[in-house]
């Protein structure tokens, strides 16, 4: 692990890899802790296997893939909720068919294009080491916007993700907050594309938020932990990765599984000695 | 005098099956209205029609002079089953405090979609709703830690919060002891003094002693006063022998 530290400080993609996954750390950390509590990973995941169609879509006509997955993420999200809120019982034939409808067109639409095949691996399974510099300047701009958002209406977004009903009584505009929140997760999946890709999204948005709940019991320090913890997650996941030459994207998570399963098993001896 | 609640000629079904048929019922204000039936007889579609989560097939239903919708930011309501997981990271004192997130009288619906925060004065209504369902030592507590009684007293609190003119519980004691039970019937007794109250309840015995008036849902609506009741009447609704409990009537 030395050698990637005394690597850092010589090779500036690996400086803006560790940027690239403390930024998505922010994301997922601040967005993980709703996703958690309001047991909602299966539509997160539709909404992340929708995103490579957009891309898919984006690379074919030219156009920057990063903002086909915006357009893609951000539109599945909006449908997905849209249904989930006016037609409850075929919510998971949807999430199922968007998660395979998304990846059918990107992988049928990046096919016809010579050459991409490649990225195509790296936008399944991520690749941070190939994160170009002026996306950073996208990430930060995602996190001040999830930030900003979260900050100023926590407390609508807590009463709909707490109880939808009790909301709706009080007269509160259910619907818009609930896309509201998906819209800030399909922001979050995007925000994680080269940390991890697509198919590994889930782990990062559910892991570290799930390892601060069984620590704290409030939303906000739940955000403050998952974000500490994805930090240091992609950052030791990116060192050991690096000299054995592996993939960082699976390393991470994998380090997040670990970490879960501990804590997990800590926090069972904790509640039965 | 005009009704709080007007429901009018009510007819409500889920798909094929008809679950309230040509309800009439008015409801005036500070009535203490206990409304019994069967399962399945209508009991928690009656309360929907009137919190507007539910739409009539056919009928007029009028809350407080307008809609349903429109006025049920003025009600409170302690639903049968929580709308939440018990191991959701919330206190107490949070989960009351969601009772003012909404639209407050006066102003506008719009108001709602700007940034909320908890106010001094927000705090001292929720200490206040915490101190009228005798909760104020949970306060801190994490909500999956309460008991079936303390929990009810919570939502209580989380539907008196924002004062609203009409409280409406479904079996609010459904999962709590008999000592609990009579705890929180005499805290709905003492809040009827300033509010109209419509209970749910399976128990028409218990219920009977408390309310000013039954309401007898089995499809079709029949109202009493709490002296009629009978066993020949509880026969009617239930469809099968019951044993009568002998009881005092509050005054």
Known sequence: MSEFFTALFQYQFLQTALLAGLLASVGCGVMGPYVVVKRIAFLAGGIAHSVLGGMGVALYFGADPLIGALVAAVLAALLIGWVRLHWRTSEDTLIGALWAIGMAIGILFISRIPGYQADLVSYLFGNILLVPERELWFMAGLDALLLAIVALWHRQILAVVFDEEQARLRGLPVTFFYLLLLVLIALTVVLLIHVVGLILVLALLTLPAAIAGQYVHSIPRMMVIATLLSGLLSTLGLAMSYAPNLPPGPAIVLLAALAYLISSLLSRRRRWP | ?251
Do not use: W
């Not at chain 2, 007007?6 to 009535?31: C, H, K, T, W």
């Not at chain 2, 007889?41 to 919190?51: E, R, V, Y």
């Not at chain 2, 479904?170 to 705890?183: F, G, H, I, L, M």
């Not at chain 2, 809040?191 to 028409?204: F, Y």
């Open chain 2, 1 to 251: 005098m005009n009704p709080v609640i007007r429901m009018e000629q009510v007819n409500f079904s889920y798909g094929e099956e008809p679950v309230l048929e040509a309800v009439d019922l008015s409801i005036f204000e500070r009535e203490f209205l206990g409304i019994v039936g069967p399962n399945a007889g209508g009991k928690s579609t009656l309360l929907k029609l009137i919190l507007g989560l539910l739409e009539p097939d056919s009928g007029r239903i009028e809350v407080l002079g307008t809609t349903p919708k429109a006025a049920r930011h003025q009600l409170g309501y302690v639903a049968q089953h929580p709308g939440f997981a018990r191991d959701f990271p919330i206190t107490v004192q949070q989960v009351v405090e969601l009772g003012l997130v909404g639209r407050r009288p006066g102003r506008s619906p719009l108001a709602t979609l700007l940034p909320m925060r908890v106010t001094p004065d927000d705090r001292a209504r929720v200490q206040q709703a915490l101190e009228e369902v005798e909760a104020t030592g949970l306060a801190h507590r994490q909500i999956g830690s309460l008991s079936g009684g303390q929990l009810q007293r919570v939502l209580l609190a989380r539907a008196l919060v924002a004062n609203p003119r009409i409280l409406l519980l479904d079996e609010p004691t459904a999962n709590v002891d008999q000592r609990a039970e009579s705890e929180i019937f005499d805290l709905l007794k003492q809040l009827n003094e300033r509010m109209t109250i419509l209970v749910v309840s399976h128990d028409i015995a218990f219920v009977s002693s408390y309310v000013t008036r039954v309401a007898c849902i089995n499809r079709t609506l029949v109202c009493h006063p709490t002296a009629d009741i009978d066993a020949e009447l509880i026969h009617e609704l239930y469809g099968d022998k019951v044993r009568m409990v002998a009881h005092q009537h509050h005054t």
